[in-house]
């Protein structure tokens, strides 16, 4: 036997060798196919996306500057609004069936984080959280939509809850702090303080006073001790002495 001629391919091998070829090519082919799959549909539905939220924002936004510029409730329609926003009516009603939901979704945007204390003097805690709320009226448009609200109740609710409750809570958790480390009379009834002092910041805004106001830290200082006289261990008054 020829010597060279174990070392010469056969058809057999040749055909073999040619389908793992084939076989290899194929794999690569389907493996560009799945990377195409995966990336070609996030590629479609980026395009169409910014131009939604920039439409619901729109929206949000020109709702409530209509009701900040003194349109009532009842006087602000669906046309205005979107008029406003630059859209059209169907833009709108494929985001919210009505007026309402429009502005419950308006008012969670107002949404804002509550500065903390750290729990030192009790009366400087107090004065720094009012006189903040003392700003937020004075400076925030978002203050002044309270008084137009009142006649719609499912809308005032909803605002007191995001709005107004989140700074009484914060002025309830300072009080509450000094009761605990004894700056405040054990007969302090906290929920009754916080709600006096938020309330006589607020009163200004509801009752529409026009008069001229005090810059906030002189007016949150004079809120607090008018409302906390007889109230603060460190003033003497609440522990029996003249």
Do not use: F
């Amino acid at each position: 036997m020829n010597p060279m001629s174990s070392a010469r391919s056969t058809p057999t091998d040749r055909e073999s060798a040619s389908e793992v070829a084939k076989a290899a090519e194929v794999v690569e082919v389907v493996e560009v196919v799945e990377a195409v799959e995966v990336v070609e549909p996030v590629h479609r539905r980026t395009p169409g996306r910014p131009r939604s939220e920039r439409a619901s924002r729109a929206i949000i936004r020109a709702a409530l500057e209509l009701l900040q510029e003194g349109v009532s409730v009842d006087a602000l329609s669906v046309e205005a609004v979107a008029a406003r926003a630059g859209v059209s009516k169907a833009t709108l009603y494929r985001r919210w069936p009505n007026k309402e939901a429009v502005l419950l979704e308006a008012l969670e945007s107002l949404v804002e984080p509550q500065s903390r204390v750290e729990g030192g003097d009790v009366r400087q805690d107090v004065t720094m959280v009012v006189e903040e709320l003392c700003r937020w009226v004075a400076e925030s448009r978002s203050a002044r939509l309270l008084p137009r609200l009142m006649s719609a109740p499912t809308l005032y609710g909803h605002y007191v809850r995001l709005v107004v409750d989140p700074r009484i809570a914060a002025v309830r958790e300072v009080l509450a702090g000094g009761v605990r480390r004894g700056a405040l009379a054990d007969h302090s009834d906290v929920d009754t303080l916080s709600t006096a002092l938020v309330g006589a910041v607020l009163s200004r805004v509801v009752l529409g006073d026009a008069a001229p106001e005090a810059p906030p830290g002189e007016r949150a200082a004079r809120i607090v001790d008018h409302v906390l006289a007889g109230h603060l261990i460190e003033d003497g008054a609440s522990d029996g002495r003249d």
